[in-house]
Nanobody
Framework: QVQLVESGGDSAQAGGSLRLSCAAS?????MGWFRQLPGKEREAVAA????????YYADFVKDRFTIFRDDAKNLLYLHMNILKPEDTAVYYC???????????????WGQGTQVTVSS
């Protein structure tokens, strides 16, 4: 069992930046970020495998968000730049060992952290 705890969610102005963090209770091969907008399905934002050999970004965050991990500290980060109001969502950290980027390939989930972007 792996526990994941997110932090860093906050309110920001459009065009601003935020950094989300996720502390894992142990090393996990694959980690990622998902988000859930009000009334919508949870969607993948970005993911990274061990040592950053494989990285996935959703089209709607490419060139704005950066995912990276510190395996020595079991930490996952999401740097969010050029924020848009449509980025407002609850952001979840996820971890798993199965290949692929779909949500069903992740075994462990955090509780989520709220990001609110105002125009």
């Amino acid at each position: 069992q792996v526990q994941l705890v997110e932090s860093g969610g906050d309110s920001a102005q459009a065009g601003g930046s935020l950094r989300l963090s996720c502390a894992a209770s142990g090393y996990v091969y694959k980690m990622g970020w998902f988000r859930q907008l009000p009334g919508k399905e949870r969607e993948a934002v970005a993911a990274i495998d061990s040592r950053g050999g494989l990285i996935y970004y959703a089209d709607f965050v490419k060139d704005r968000f950066t995912i990276f991990r510190d395996d020595a500290k079991n930490l996952l980060y999401l740097h969010m730049n050029i924020l848009k109001p449509e980025d407002t969502a609850v952001y979840y950290c996820a971890a798993g060992v199965a290949s692929g980027w779909d949500s069903n390939t992740y075994a462990w989930w955090g509780q989520g952290t709220q990001v609110t972007v105002s125009s």
